[in-house]
Each structure stands twice: as C-alpha cells, then as structure tokens.
C-alpha cells in the first residue's frame, strides 16, 4: 500500500485542530462556570463530604502519566480514523472516474 503524504500530513493537522478545539473548549467552559461561581460558605463542606463518602466508587485518584496517555491515544485514533476515511473515499472517487 502506498503511503499518500499529503492525505497523511492533512490528517496530523486535523487531529490536533480537532484536539486543540477540544481544549478551547474546556477552557472556555472553565472560565463560564468561574465566572458564574457563587462560594457558599455555610454549606461548603456538606458538598465535599457527600463527593467523598456518599459518591459510588469513593475518590478519585488522578494519575497524569495515565491522563498523557489518553490523550495521546486519542489523537493517534483521530489521526488512523481520519486517514482511513479519506483515502477510503479517495479511493471510491478515483474508481467512479476510471468507470465513467
């Protein structure tokens, strides 16, 4: 199978403008709900025990190596999954030219 560098260089750049809107986006939704927070201070630590006693599954133990490799991940599956496609279809057009 031959490689098509262009169709290949095109997927890089929609996976990370896909992946980079993706964290405009939480960015832009961080800064809606901090600017829409209104501290509680009568009631704050009934909020924290019940995220920490009464959740199901208890904490939430982060891990960032784990996190890095999600999203890399990701944007490895956006970029086959992008590839794929478009030489799929790439594929289809060049045959409906060759039968016309």
Do not use: C
Not at 18 to 40: F, H, K, M, S
């Amino acid at each position: 199978m031959k490689i098509d560098k262009r169709v290949l260089i095109e997927s890089i750049i929609v996976s990370t403008l896909i992946i980079l809107a993706v964290i405009g986006w939480r960015i832009v939704r961080g800064y809606l709900l901090t600017q829409n927070y209104v501290p509680e201070i009568i009631n704050s630590y009934d909020s924290i025990d019940y995220m920490q006693h009464k959740v199901s599954f208890g904490i939430v133990n982060r891990s960032y190596w784990k996190t890095a490799m999600i999203g890399i991940g990701g944007f490895v599956l956006l970029f086959i999954t992008y590839y794929g496609i478009r030489t799929w279809l790439t594929q289809i057009i060049k045959r409906r030219k060759r039968s016309i």
